[in-house]
């Protein structure tokens, strides 16, 4: 479980993650939004093992005693799956439609872009770009229910790097 399901998990005792953060697994056969059969006979890990599949804003548990304890809210509060950082930003700066992209720049880096379908990139083309550039891809879709395809690049720190080195340049030569 990811923290943020885990966290739903001691407050409702129902073991749920959101497809979004589920695609980010790569566990997830992401067209047919559910565990990928082929992927976890590979991997050996039961299905059993895994959540319970939501879309963000779906009631996917009740506040239970310990939970409302520790939240104060009461007993049978609805719960929903909820999204990761990066998909609820997405949609907090509008990312909810075709060809609209994102690229933040920080700790990590991911690039966002909404789509209208799960996009297929050919396996070797894939396997090139993300062994140099990507630590993960993943597609998913955000409470606006539009899907969306997120690349998490690798080494971010390079391009903030460069992007200081370079500006200083331009301003002190």
Not at 42 to 62: N, Q, R
Not at 86 to 99: E, L, Y
Request: proline share 3%; with cysteine; hydrophobic share 45%.
């Amino acid at each position: 479980m990811l923290p943020k399901d885990y966290v739903r998990f001691l407050l409702t005792g129902e073991r749920a993650i959101d497809q979004a953060d589920a695609s980010g697994t790569l566990l997830l056969d992401v067209a047919k939004r559910t565990w990928s059969a082929e992927v976890l006979s590979g991997t050996g890990i039961e299905k059993d093992f895994l959540p319970a599949l939501y879309e963000s804003p779906e009631i996917c548990g009740k506040l239970n005693a310990q939970g409302a304890a520790a939240t104060g809210l009461k007993i049978g509060t609805p719960v929903v799956a909820g999204a990761g950082d990066q998909a609820a930003g997405a949609v907090g700066m509008g990312i909810v439609r075709a060809g609209v992209v994102s690229a933040t720049i920080g700790t990590s880096g991911v690039v966002f872009a909404a789509t209208d379908r799960p996009r297929s990139i050919r396996a070797d083309v894939f396997t090139r770009f993300v062994t140099r550039f990507l630590a993960a891809a993943c597609h998913g879709r955000h409470a606006s229910r539009r899907t969306f395809l997120a690349l998490v690049p690798r080494r971010v720190w390079h391009c903030l790097r460069w992007s200081r080195l370079h500006r200083f340049r331009q301003h002190h030569s």
